[in-house]
């Protein structure tokens, strides 16, 4: 059974530009969900993916758009970046439509806008 | 007032010490809680998951919820360099499909 795998691990970007972070989700699961991590705090919801369709959306603006495939990957997409993106990324897949709370995180990408 | 507290530490302490971590929270509407654990640099692992109030038991550990307090707990017993690492506490709700995190303590055991 694989793991949540995420990619690319680390890249840097400028103010302005657009980057596309990419999930798959471990084996069976069905639901994926976007977090942020800002260095010292915990994770931050951004939003969550189930059977392709957008089901839930924290405090992110809409510059913060994401998919889901029908394999179950995902990608998040931020536009117009700015320096207070910088933070680690973190896709986490569950089994089902509703999260309980046991989530399977992937390592993370971690993202530096300079 | 973040709706998550959590002490942000460092705390050390000496290897085979008893190490309590801790929660407050202010949403009475939480009712699945959990505690993941992050190494430096990698994703959150969960280490103990809980529906409302009581007791659970894993290891050497238990995680307790008092939910007439909005208190949550994690005891590490017999601590081990291995366990150093950030503790975060998570809850969600029952209609809600997201986690709501501490900012995570972080714990050094030292031999």
């Known amino acids: 059974e694989t793991g949540v795998t995420q990619s690319p691990t680390h890249l840097i970007k400028t103010r302005g530009q657009q980057v596309t972070l990419r999930c798959s989700s471990q084996?069976?699961?069905?639901?994926v969900s976007w977090y942020q991590q800002a260095l010292g705090q915990g994770p931050q919801f951004i939003f969550q993916?189930?059977?392709?369709?957008?089901?839930g959306r924290g405090n992110f603006p809409p510059r913060f758009s994401g998919l889901q495939f029908p394999n179950y990957s995902s990608e998040l997409n931020v536009n117009a970046l700015e320096l207070d993106d910088s933070a680690l990324y973190l896709c986490?897949?569950?089994?089902?439509?509703?999260?309980?709370?046991?989530?399977?995180f992937g390592e993370g990408s971690r993202l530096t806008v300079l | 007032q973040k709706e998550v507290e959590q002490d942000p530490g460092p705390l050390s302490v000496p290897e085979g010490a008893i190490v309590s971590l801790n929660c407050t929270y202010s949403?009475?509407?939480?009712?699945?809680f959990m505690w993941y654990r992050q190494y430096s640099r990698k994703g959150p692992e969960l280490l103990m998951y809980?529906?409302?109030?009581g007791n659970k038991e894993d290891g050497r550990f238990t995680a307790q919820v008092d939910k007439s307090s909005k208190y949550i707990s994690l005891f590490i017993r017999d601590s081990q360099p291995s366990d150093s690492a950030t503790y975060l506490c998570?809850?969600?709700?029952?209609?809600?499909?997201?986690?709501?995190f501490g900012t995570g303590t972080r714990l050094q055991v030292f031999p």
């Open positions: 949403n009475s509407a939480f009712q699945y």
């Open positions: 993916y189930y059977r392709e369709e957008e089901n």
């Open positions: 809980t529906y409302s109030s």
């Open positions: 998570a809850m969600s709700g029952g209609n809600t499909d997201k986690l709501i």
């Open positions: 084996s069976g699961h069905n639901t």
């Open positions: 986490a897949s569950s089994p089902g439509e509703r999260n309980t709370g046991e989530l399977f």
